[in-house]
């Protein structure tokens, strides 16, 4: 039987949990996996369609304010990852995509040292609509609310990437490539760097490494602009060596654990040029490089790419986990299938929100909603994974629950009067 409450203490919750909460620990996560990307969306309850318009929507905001502002690319970057991040963990119904994109940017501007007031951002986004007679300046009275409403989020951004300054620019690396192989700048060259630009308005940022992303950048617009150069029909041409990877983990094919932890999470190439084609193929009018070129072309990428990933059998997805389906212990049947339909399930899980699977996490396992932290717990925020783990492990010893199970023989009094 359970031990009694001793005195002194305080009761145990509904959890069994005796004594203060251990508090809630959040690991900066510099990449994260499609899978991961899928149950946040998930979890906040957004369906594919609404997500691809709102992504799209407050990255195109991002991109156009920025050049008002005339913001290096470097800035643009880490807006709008910081974009994304804040959508993993919150639900589209408590905030506007514009407030989110222009707190975003105004995080990027401090992060990045290249500092803009709130009311600038907000300004140059409102004077894009009006011809210059009619412009407003930053100190305008219309600005005010929103202004404070845009500093009240930057916390919230912040806390979404869990505080990780770390940001990744795969322009530079771009143009190092294009010296390296000697290609046509004015038309492989222009074509890829704009890929750069538009990569961002899909999640290949927050699951790529920097070579994987200029790489891919590249490849996808010798392929549109030069289809018979060199590089593209010699395993040896790209040189993936050099970046510590080969032809197999470009294409797709899982590393081993070994590997992963030396190489520092490399990731692929295919989900990359794959996620920029769907881009292309479904998003035209919102990119840059979607309307210079005709569909036909995109399509033809992607059936050479297919082609070769179905005859390696590599897998679309980096580091996707199948789940079982859940057959009460007989075999799937009725068309039951494993878990491995990544977005066209999205629709059919309408539950309602729940803590987002890359939110803080407690020694007892317990999550913490994004709205509700330090509510139940302080919630602090590390960069370093083995640390959080070597003290998640530390501190669960002191709340294990240990029980006790004692046999008593009791005598019972013959009963001797009769009835």
């Known amino acids: 039987m359970a031990p009694a409450t001793p005195q002194g203490h305080p009761a145990a919750s509904d959890n069994d949990q005796i004594g203060p909460h251990p508090s809630f620990i959040q690991v900066a996560k510099p990449y994260i996996f499609e899978q991961k990307l899928q149950d946040s969306m998930i979890a906040t309850g957004v369906t594919e369609a609404k997500e691809d318009n709102i992504r799209l929507q407050g990255v195109a905001w991002i991109d156009s304010v920025r050049k008002a502002l005339q913001l290096p690319v470097r800035t643009y970057n880490t807006a709008v990852v910081y974009y994304h991040k804040f959508r993993l963990v919150h639900v589209d119904n408590e905030y506007s995509f514009i407030d989110a994109a222009a707190a975003a940017l105004f995080t990027a501007c401090k992060i990045e040292d290249t500092l803009k007031k709130s009311r600038e951002i907000l300004c140059a986004a409102y004077n894009l609509k009006l011809v210059p007679a009619e412009q407003l300046s930053p100190d305008d009275s219309l600005f005010e609310s929103h202004s404070k409403a845009i500093i009240g989020l930057e916390r919230l951004m912040l806390e979404a990437s869990g505080f990780d300054f770390r940001s990744r620019y795969p322009q530079k690396l771009v143009m190092k490539l294009l010296k390296i192989y000697n290609v046509d700048r004015e038309t492989v060259g222009k074509t890829a760097y704009s890929t750069s630009l538009d990569i961002y308005r899909t999640f290949a940022p927050l699951k790529q490494t920097t070579p ?25 041409g790209l040189h993936y060596q050099r970046w510590s990877i080969t032809r197999e983990e470009v294409m797709g094919e899982f590393c081993s654990t070994e590997t992963w932890l030396y190489l520092g999470a490399y990731s692929f190439l295919t989900e990359t040029l794959l996620d920029l084609l769907d881009l292309y193929t479904h998003h035209r009018a919102s990119t840059i490089v979607g309307q210079e070129h005709p569909l036909d072309t995109f399509i033809a990428i992607r059936i050479t790419l297919n082609n070769e990933a179905s005859k390696n059998k590599y897998p679309r997805y980096t580091g996707w986990i199948r789940k079982k389906p859940m057959t009460n212990g007989t075999k799937a049947s009725n068309g039951t299938k494993d878990m491995k339909e990544p977005r066209e399930s999205r629709d059919e899980h309408k ?5 987002p699977p890359i939110g803080p996490i407690s020694t007892n396992g317990a999550r913490s909603r994004v709205g509700e932290r330090g509510k139940d717990g302080t919630v602090r925020f590390m960069l370093d994974a083995e640390r959080a783990r070597l003290e998640k492990d530390t501190v669960a010893e002191y709340f294990k629950v240990e029980e006790e199970e004692y046999e008593v023989e009791v005598e019972i009094e013959r009963e001797r009067r009769k009835n």
């Open 212 to 236: 994987a992303m200029a790489i891919a950048c590249l490849e996808l617009a010798a392929r549109i602009c030069q289809p018979q150069s060199d590089f593209l029909n010699d395993d040896r």
């Open 351 to 355: 539950s309602p929100p729940t803590p």
